[in-house]
């Protein structure tokens, strides 16, 4: 499998993603709202593939 592009600990289950960050919010991607499952623990962006990891979540941790 290949890593994420980036990914972002939240606090919160339910996020948003717009492609920003290190490009202008122009240069991103239509604003999608994104839930994460508690089963896994993160969401991956369908856009920018953006990887949003719930702190303390099932997927936060050491990389395996």
């Known amino acids: 499998m290949i890593p994420p592009p980036e990914t972002i600990v939240v ?19 239509p604003r999608v709202y994104l839930r994460i499952d508690p089963a896994t623990g993160f969401v991956e962006c369908g856009y920018c593939d953006r990887r949003f990891v719930l702190e303390g979540g099932l997927a936060d941790g050491p990389a395996l």
């Open 11 to 29: 606090k919160s289950s339910s996020v948003a993603c717009d492609g920003s960050g290190e490009v202008e919010a122009a240069l991103g991607h």
